[in-house]
């Protein structure tokens, strides 16, 4: 999962960044992510790991990894050119989710870029430049398909159509969500990579005193404004979170816990990036290692073997599955199987979060 944070200038985004890249550096190295200076690779919290290797003895856990696009320069005026904006406009289509940062704190000595703090102005700052950027795309698009449907191609029709009405929608100053059009044009639209089209998470960042209290005036406006995207708001403290990078697991507990706090701000972005993108974990297990995998909620039992290998899912027969609870109950695999808690499923079964799974295949 790849999720590119943006957000205007000043506002915390590099001190995120460096909380997360720090806070990844300790993590195992990860063979499926490009390291580059703007991407940071966390490993993505899940208790579950610990608990599976205590079981198996296993040498070595391998968690689902996340990778933070640091989506810096985006300005206003980003979309006609200013800044690097154009370059960093077409960083932004490859990552499958947004985390927006928004400055939530005041602090007389650190300027702000329109002059006063206003998390709803600054959210519309930025929301505008991806609008007008993908509505570039969009009419150079339309002007390429209006001149096939011309020629009568019934998919061009359909697709003209589709894109006519994103552009209605993106110029009346909304993003074009999911729900405004049924599963098909869903799928069209997605092969566009449409900026806007891709889910947002805003990030609310607050001050070291607003953290672990009640929301400020600055985060209650910000969730009110975007309460009709049904977007989500997490409230987070940069700051923080970059001092508790560099702590190991139990003092960054410990950290936490005198701060009031249940979880870092990262794990919380985390968290809500999975649920954003409908996505679960299955879990391999065995003395060798235990290791996480990540699906999109849906995945048959072959497309997730996939994930492992291709030979995987060309050659699948069955998956053996224990759902983690049942077996952490009975306490090892074989105990598992004796009460019949270790199921047989065939390719069309539905992986959910959590299965503990054995795949037979032919290679
Ligand atoms: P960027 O331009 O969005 O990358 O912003 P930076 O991460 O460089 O932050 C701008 C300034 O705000 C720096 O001086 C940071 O130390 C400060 N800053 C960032 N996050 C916080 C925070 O949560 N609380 C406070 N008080 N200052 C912060």
């Excluded at 790991?49 to 296993?58: C, F, G, I, Q």
């Excluded at 391998?62 to 370059?87: C, Q, R």
């Excluded at 002059?115 to 698009?141: A, H, Q």
């Excluded at 993108?277 to 995945?299: N, Q």
């Amino acid at each position: 999962m790849k999720i590119g944070i943006v957000g205007l200038p000043n506002v915390g985004k590099s001190t995120l960044f460096n909380a997360i890249t720090k806070a990844g550096a300790q993590s195992a190295n990860y063979p499926f992510c490009t390291i580059e200076p703007n991407v940071g690779v966390v490993s993505v919290p899940d208790y579950r790991l610990d608990k599976l290797v205590a079981l198996y003895n296993s040498e070595k856990t391998v968690p689902t990894a996340i990778e933070f696009f640091d989506i810096a320069g985006l300005v206003k005026g980003a979309s006609k050119g200013e800044g690097l904006g154009n370059k960093f406009l077409a960083n932004i289509r490859e990552v499958d989710a947004i985390a927006h940062v928004v400055r939530c704190f005041e602090d007389t000595n650190i300027v702000h870029v329109d002059g006063k703090v206003d998390p709803t102005r600054d959210l519309e700052t930025i929301n505008l430049e991806l609008i007008f950027s993908d509505l570039e795309v969009l009419e150079r698009r339309i002007q390429k398909t209006s001149k096939n449907a011309k020629s009568g191609n019934k998919g061009d029709k359909v697709e003209l159509e589709i894109l006519i009405k994103i552009k209605e929608i993106l110029e009346g100053g909304k993003f074009a969500s999911e729900k405004n059009f049924d599963e098909d044009e869903w799928e069209i639209i997605k092969s566009l990579q449409l900026l806007t089209t891709k889910p947002v998470l805003y990030i609310a960042n607050v001050s070291e005193e607003d953290v672990a209290s009640e929301d400020n005036e600055m985060v209650k406006a910000l969730k009110e404004y975007v309460k009709d995207e049904g977007s989500e708001v997490i409230k987070i403290c940069a700051s923080i979170e970059e001092e508790i990078s560099q702590f190991e697991p139990e003092e960054k507990e410990e950290f936490l816990r005198e701060l009031g706090l249940s979880e870092s701000g990262l794990d919380k972005v985390i968290k809500s990036g999975y649920k954003l993108l409908g996505l679960i974990t299955y879990i391999t297990a065995g003395p060798k290692e235990v290791r996480a995998w990540t699906i999109t909620e849906g995945t048959k039992a072959p497309q997730a073997a996939g994930k492992i290998h291709t030979d995987f899912e060309r050659g699948f027969i069955r998956a053996e599955i224990t759902p983690y609870e049942k077996l952490m109950e009975a306490g090892s695999d074989v105990k598992a199987k004796e009460l019949g808690w270790t199921r047989v499923e065939g390719k069309d079964y539905e992986v959910k979060d959590g299965d503990v799974i054995l795949f037979r295949f032919n290679v």
